[in-house]
């Protein structure tokens, strides 16, 4: 943006005599004029404040990678790494786990590389035996699900390099929904092959394993805090009460102690819980939240929604802006979502405020990266295109969204 410096320069005029002045009468303002005018100024400057400290971003073309449209693709923390599910879509039962699901044939995950720069994506190699992509990773490799011709799951993780898996579960039931924990902590949703309900796993960094039992509820998609040892799960009972559970899972004694839940819908299924969290990634070892938190879609609102179990207000939920399907923490802790209108900016300090950064409704993912600090992902039939992101320097054009919920 181009500045324009007005300098003021004062003459000195020396009067040889009296006569009129060749300058224009200054014009007096009416009332109405001078209010129209306070009315401009006024709302000028509340759009500079709601403008202020957004996200604005500088944005280049990395990539584009397969893509069959099921699970987003995860990245490492670092945002060299990217898992994505190619091949043939497999099915919603098997997705979800579901009692006779077969395993996925003609599925694939494809492991790439995201160079420096402006060099692009380069494909690393291909995981072709039966195997599912889940939205857990950590710096070492992501997390897998491996259905077996049993009805049995195994839970892997495979290595960002080398492809190679380590079996983490290995048993005959029915495992699933991993996530990785700090300090290489474990936890997933499992049951044996004869039940219809999830039981909770949990395995401590010494390898001991807690179970929750389901005692007539199913524990769902649990995900690992990314600031601290709590875990967050879903509960739902048998008359279709949707829960958040969040429990300090830092020994066996934490875990059996009381933990903190809040209802979020009744009339629910199963699928209500794994659509409140479709679109989320577990990434562990990116920078902490400002709060402990639990972000999640809201499937009755229809909106991203935070819940912050050991705030002062932990029986409430806090909305964001409507019609948005996915949200991450700027590098300021305010909130990048988006909307079907595109990439937005939600102040965390007054969430009326919302500011489009990009026309394209991308996924933004953050990376520990000061090159390229977050990836957006752009979804389409058959491939996902990647973009590099970081706040720029300078401030863009912006349109602002004020909502009141």
């Known amino acids: 943006m181009r500045l324009v410096c007005c300098i003021l320069v004062t003459a000195t005029v020396t009067i040889t005599g009296c006569h009129e002045s060749k300058w224009p009468k ?78 996925p044939e003609g599925s694939q995950i ?16 291909t995981l072709t035996a039966p195997l599912l992509l889940t939205n857990a990773a950590d710096a070492e490799g992501f997390l897998v699900e491996s259905p077996r011709p049993d009805g049995s799951r195994w839970i892997g993780k495979v290595d960002w390099r080398t492809g190679t898996i380590a079996w983490l579960v290995q048993d005959d039931q029915v495992n699933t929904t991993p996530t990785l924990g700090p300090q290489n902590r474990l936890a997933w949703s499992t049951r044996s ?22 005692n007539g509820s199913d524990w769902l998609l649990p995900s690992w805090s990314p600031r601290s040892m709590r875990l967050a799960v879903w509960r739902l009972t ?90 991450v923490h700027d590098d300021r802790g305010n909130f990048l979502l988006t909307l079907p209108r595109g990439l937005h900016w939600q102040s965390l300090s007054d969430l009326r405020n919302v500011v489009r950064v990009d026309h394209t409704p991308v996924y933004a993912r953050p990376t520990t990266d000061p090159m390229r600090p977050f990836m957006l992902l752009d979804p389409g039939r058959n491939v996902v295109r990647i973009r590099g992101m970081r706040p720029a320097a300078q401030p863009a054009d912006t349109t602002t969204i004020t909502t009141g919920d």
């Open 26 to 103: 200054r014009t007096t303002l009416t009332p109405s004029q001078a209010q129209a005018i306070n009315d401009i100024a006024a709302r000028q400057s509340e759009i500079n404040d709601a403008t202020r400290g957004a996200f604005r971003g500088e944005v280049w073309t990395v990539g584009a990678i397969p893509w069959n449209a099921t699970v987003m693709p995860v990245a490492s923390p670092e945002g060299r790494w990217i898992a994505t599910a190619s091949g043939v879509a497999p099915s919603n039962a098997s997705l979800t786990a579901q009692d006779g699901a077969l395993p």
């Open 110 to 125: 494809e492991i790439w590389e995201l160079l420096p720069g402006f060099s692009g994506a380069r494909h690393q190699l």
């Open 193 to 214: 092959r004869d039940q219809r309900l999830f039981s909770l796993a949990v395995r401590l960094q010494d390898g001991r394993e807690f179970a929750v039992p389901s």
């Open 238 to 327: 048998p008359e279709g009460v949707l829960s958040l559970v969040s429990m300090d899972a830092t020994d066996v004694q934490s875990l059996a102690a009381p933990a903190h839940q809040i209802p979020v819908m009744t009339g629910a299924s199963r699928w209500d819980a794994f659509t409140a969290t479709g679109n989320l990634t577990l990434v562990q070892g990116l920078a902490p939240p400002p709060v402990e938190e639990v972000v999640f879609y809201h499937p009755v609102h229809q909106r991203m929604t935070v819940w912050m179990p050991t705030g002062i207000n932990s029986d409430q939920l806090v909305s964001l802006a409507p019609d948005s399907i996915d949200a």
